[in-house]
């Protein structure tokens, strides 16, 4: 059973634990339960669309889904438990990306182990950026998660980068990690074919939140220094109230080669937008893994990256990628004059969703979890446990 974001509150962890539970269903039987309603909508900084239809992704139809947990948790996450009981599963894995869910998922973890059934989570980052820069967030995170890593058999994360980061944040000793690297978000190039531009004109993209940690800034100051051969689009959603990237925009000398999409766009216009790309550019100070990384690798475009954390061992084997510093405009520059020369031809991606079924099956193998425990057990659990009744 696959627990993470659902469609409501729209965002890469919603596409991710979609294209997870879809991939883990060619192995295994697969359920999901999805988080609704995150937090109180005012409070989200893409509130204005919140439960407007912007994917056309879906669940496979042997998926059994609910849609799903809101953060006030009742009558919903009664209900969760509730299909938890009645799916059976034996494995409960929770996306782990912000302490929004964390109430909500120790209640499941709960309910899990006393229906014994093992826990799994799998740690996009050790703890959203926005609620480190909350100190009472932070403080509530890191006593509150305590219980849940408490009921936890095993985990699971995109690099040794996370994984060393997480042993650093919390006590794991003795509880089995697996790394699984990020799989292709090739959803976003499905039927899309390069539209050619200008001749002798580089095509640049920015793509995802506009956020303090993405470096975009960095990016529009390199980008001035660029001759008038270069082109840049920003396509991105402002959050935490970081204005600074149109800010500096607006008073570019080069303004007149930029176009600044400044919002979340759907799924029909994500893949017209890397496919009138030449190469991405995501200049981030810190990431543990990025979902435009990986729709820019599905794409076969070049990217210049900043070397920081998960995303060296994600974009290293790639051979569009150009690797440069971060926080460092001159070097940014430097870099996207180096793209330009990979530009003109598809690179492969070497992300593979099979890869990442194969890191759950070590991990399950590793806490005990196989094919023949997992026939036995469905036969073998009562349906419902006396605690829960």
Known sequence: ???????????????????????????FDVGAILMRRLLPARLYPGRARVGLRLTDLRYAESVPTFDGVDWWALPSLA?????????????????WWTGAVLHSYLV????????????????????????????????????AIRPLLRRTSGVVVHSAYDRDALAAAYDLDGVPAEIALHGPFDHHAAGAERV????????????????????????IEAFAALGPAFRLTVVGETWEGWTLPAELIAASPARDRITFVNRYVPDA????????????VLPYRRSSAS??????MSHGLPVVVTSVGGLVEAAGPYSGTVFVRP????????????????????HVDPSSWGRTVEAYERL??????????????????PLLSPDLR
């Open 291 to 296: 979902g435009p990384l990986h729709i820019a």
């Open 327 to 346: 926080a460092d405009p001159a070097a940014l520059a430097a870099g996207i004059t180096s793209a330009a020369g990979l530009t003109g031809r598809r």
């Open 196 to 219: 050619p531009g200008p001749d002798g004109v580089v095509r640049l993209l920015y793509f995802g939140t506009i956020r303090p940690y993405k470096g975009l800034e960095d990016l």
């Open 108 to 143: 499941l973890a709960m309910a899990a182990q006393r229906l014994g059934i093992r826990v799994v989570v799998e740690f996009h980052e050790v703890q959203d950026t926005a609620e480190l820069r909350h100190r009472w967030a932070a403080r509530y995170v890191r006593a």
């Open 364 to 381: 399950f193998a590793r806490i005990g979890v196989t094919q023949e425990s997992v026939t036995s057990s469905n036969q073998t659990l």
């Open 79 to 95: 209900r969760a438990v509730a299909f938890l009981r009645a799916q059976q599963p034996d494995v409960l894995v929770l996306q």
């Open 1 to 27: 059973m696959v627990v993470g974001s659902g469609w409501h509150f729209l965002s890469g962890i919603s596409y991710y634990t979609c294209r997870l539970s879809n991939a883990l269903d060619e192995r």
């Open 269 to 280: 216009e994500v893949n017209e937008y890397f496919a009138a790309a030449d190469a991405v």
